[in-house]
């Protein structure tokens, strides 16, 4: 089976072709052609964050280009269904992409799948090396994003419940408007992980600690906007970044990225203990920072050896077409098809709830 994804729940806009085959362990996908994907960051770092109604302004003008980009070695290739994000993401972004979608569709005449943007996430982190196999149930995500921070467990295929999640901003959302504080450019959390290994490789320690709201709490919510504050008061006494040397600026970047490590690896224990998983998965934009990947995998050898930690490919960490595509194959060969059949007339903006309203 092949299916057309399209991707524009924030400020990527993505298209793929992936083909999907069902085997005895599982699936095996395969990407035709190009997976086509522009990234809108440089022209929304003035706002210092995503402009929804510029987002989609520019997904309806690179749609069409990129769609050719992505069947330009592709062309003779039969399309069996059109796969669109649903959401969550951007109300003006999404429209711009399933309003696409839906055309595309009708011209083509073949089903129409509406895919949950964090599902896609999910499921493209099991994938290895183009197959979805061998994967034990239960399955506990950790999806990290600049929208969103939850613990997803899957006790069954396709069956989700979120068991913890952030209790104010995202994770990435933190990384970003603490890099903001620190005078880095947008997006911040990748200046933030440049800086914080550079003060590791030199062995330089923040002279303020940060607290790690939640760490101790007896569940598997978090918080960052606490922690975000910190961060506003501790740099405002230390004088404001102006006063800040470059070591200081490196070791305080350091400081935050730890404690958002050790915040992750407290939760991510009491998950592995309480739910008995048996697979352990990162998946979202956040999930290629160099140093929580390293952090978690350490973590989960050491205390869970018998867990299967799976990482997302770093080219599918942040939002892309490829994702969704896999998502929609797995849903579709599983005999999932009722979201196929549907008219998309809207989208869910909560991960349990998979089909269109």
Same mark, same amino acid.
């Given at each position: 089976?092949?299916?057309?994804?399209?991707?524009?729940?924030?400020?990527?806009?993505?298209?793929?072709?992936?083909? #999907?085959?069902?085997?005895? =362990?599982?699936?095996?996908?395969?990407?035709?052609? +190009?997976?086509?994907?522009?990234?809108?960051?440089?022209?929304?770092?003035?706002?210092?964050?995503?402009? /929804?109604?510029?987002? =989609?302004?520019?997904?309806?003008?690179?749609? /069409?280009?990129?769609?050719?980009?992505?069947?330009?070695?592709?062309?003779?290739?039969?399309?069996?269904?059109?796969?669109?994000?649903? #959401?969550?993401?951007?109300?003006?972004?999404?429209?711009? #992409?399933?309003?696409?979608?839906?055309?595309?569709?009708?011209? =083509?005449n073949v089903p129409l799948l509406a895919i949950n943007h964090m599902e896609g996430h999910l499921i493209s982190s099991l994938v290895q090396n183009g197959k979805l196999e061998d994967v034990q149930l239960p399955v506990l995500g950790l999806l990290?994003?600049?929208?969103?921070?939850?613990?997803?467990?899957?006790?069954?295929?396709?069956?989700?419940?979120?068991?913890?999640?952030?209790?104010?901003?995202? %994770?990435?959302?933190?990384?970003?408007? %603490?890099?903001?504080?620190?005078?880095? !450019?947008? !997006?911040?959390?990748?200046?933030?992980?440049?800086?914080?290994?550079?003060?590791?490789?030199? +062995?330089?320690?923040?002279?303020?600690?940060?607290?790690?709201?939640?760490?101790?709490? =007896?569940?598997?919510?978090?918080?960052?906007?606490?922690?975000?504050?910190? %961060?506003?008061?501790?740099?405002?006494?230390?004088?404001?970044?102006?006063?800040?040397?470059?070591?200081?600026?490196?070791?305080?970047?350091?400081?935050?990225?730890?404690?958002?490590?050790? *915040?992750?690896?407290?939760?991510?224990?009491?998950?592995?203990?309480?739910?008995?998983?048996?697979?352990?998965? *990162? #998946?979202?934009?956040?999930?290629?920072?160099?140093?929580?990947?390293?952090?978690?995998?350490?973590?989960?050898?050491?205390?869970?050896?018998?867990?299967?930690?799976?990482? /997302?490919?770093?080219?599918?960490?942040?939002? +892309?077409?490829?994702?969704?595509?896999?998502?929609?194959?797995?849903?579709?060969?599983?005999?999932?098809?009722?979201?196929a059949r549907e008219p998309l007339r809207a989208y869910s903006n909560r991960f349990s709830i998979l089909a269109p309203k």
């Open positions: 089976m092949k299916v057309l994804a399209i991707e524009t729940s924030c400020d990527e806009t993505g298209v793929a072709l992936v083909e #999907g085959v069902k085997t005895e =362990k599982g699936f095996t996908f395969t990407q035709i052609g +190009n997976a086509a994907l522009n990234s809108q960051a440089k022209l929304h770092a003035e706002f210092g964050g995503v402009y /929804p109604n510029l987002a =989609k302004r520019e997904h309806e003008k690179n749609l /069409p280009v990129i769609m050719e980009q992505a069947l330009r070695d592709a062309s003779d290739e039969q399309i069996d269904a059109i796969a669109v994000t649903q #959401g969550p993401g951007l109300e003006p972004a999404l429209w711009a #992409g399933i309003t696409f979608a839906e055309n595309l569709a009708k011209e =083509k990290i994003s600049g929208g969103h921070t939850e613990y997803v467990l899957m006790r069954e295929w396709f069956n989700y419940e979120v068991i913890g999640e952030t209790q104010d901003d995202a %994770v990435g959302e933190a990384f970003d408007k %603490v890099a903001r504080m620190l005078g880095l !450019p947008y !997006p911040g959390g990748p200046q933030i992980s440049k800086l914080a290994e550079e003060a590791r490789r030199a +062995n330089l320690q923040s002279e303020k600690k940060l607290p790690r709201p939640m760490l101790h709490d =007896k569940n598997l919510n978090v918080s960052f906007s606490g922690l975000k504050t910190a %961060v506003l008061y501790t740099l405002r006494d230390m004088g404001g970044i102006q006063h800040l040397s470059t070591e200081q600026q490196m070791a305080f970047a350091r400081e935050f990225e730890d404690a958002v490590g050790d *915040i992750f690896i407290a939760k991510t224990r009491r998950a592995l203990d309480e739910t008995n998983a048996q697979t352990f998965v *990162i #998946g979202g934009g956040v999930a290629a920072n160099k140093y929580l990947r390293e952090k978690l995998v350490m973590f989960i050898r050491d205390e869970f050896p018998n867990v299967d930690i799976r990482l /997302p490919d770093l080219a599918i960490t942040g939002d +892309n077409a490829v994702m969704i595509a896999e998502a929609a194959l797995a849903r579709a060969l599983s005999g999932i098809d009722d979201v």
